[in-house]
């Protein structure tokens, strides 16, 4: 079975930052499908490694907070802590990536399930812009940050980063198709 537009979603989908999405973003019931199109990834064991953590309406509120605590720590000036809060409560949808990886497992290694993550991060951005709206993945810095690790993780679990979603606020440039010849070969 060859399914044409989903191949054309794939091939054209962009990440754009947060600094150019705006509302609406994803609802509650088509985040709920992203979340299913994420868990249909490779997943040796079914042990999904990962969870997400939504923020949204008021709780962009609580984040900012936590970014801008996180600036200020880091030293950096006013200017840029307002930035880290503004850029908090202007994502119309922040999904935190949460990975709890078993690193006893006996049959399924570290990196097995780090793939799965990042299998199902693949899954989320492709559901997100199959439903017609931008996202990017973001990390940097804050995820290793104390506070901002307590507010989303349980023991045992790391921060991977942030999936923003929301509305294109621009038309998106078009994205330069990367070559395959570094990138494949056949085995004979």
């Known amino acids: 079975m060859t399914n044409q537009n989903a191949l054309e979603a794939l091939l054209s989908r962009y990440s754009l930052g947060g600094k150019h999405l705006i509302e609406p973003g994803p609802s509650n019931d088509e985040i709920e499908l992203i979340i ?4 249909r990834a490779p997943d ?18 609580k984040l900012a907070n936590l970014f801008e605590g996180y600036a200020k720590s880091a030293g950096k000036s006013i200017e840029s802590c307002e930035i880290e809060r503004d850029r908090a409560l202007g994502i119309p949808v922040s999904i935190a990536v949460i990975a709890r990886i078993d690193m006893s497992h006996p049959i399924v290694p570290a990196h097995e399930q780090w793939m799965c993550i990042g299998g199902a991060v693949t899954n989320t951005l ?15 810095g804050k995820v290793r940050d104390k506070k901002i690790v307590d507010a ?4 045992g679990e790391s ?21 395959i010849i570094n990138c494949i070969s056949y085995f004979d």
């Not at 040796?44 to 509120?61: I, N, Q, S, Y």
């Not at 989303?152 to 023991?155: E, G, I, V």
């Open 36 to 39: 299913k199109a994420a868990l």
């Open 44 to 61: 040796h064991g079914e042990l999904t490694p990962f969870r997400f953590v939504v923020v949204r309406d008021d709780a962009r509120k």
């Open 126 to 140: 492709n559901a997100i812009h199959t439903l017609g709206y931008a996202a990017k993945m973001l990390s940097g």
């Open 152 to 155: 989303f993780c349980l023991p």
């Open 159 to 179: 921060l991977v980063g942030w999936i923003v979603a929301g509305t294109a606020s621009r038309p998106v440039k078009e994205k330069t198709s990367k070559s």
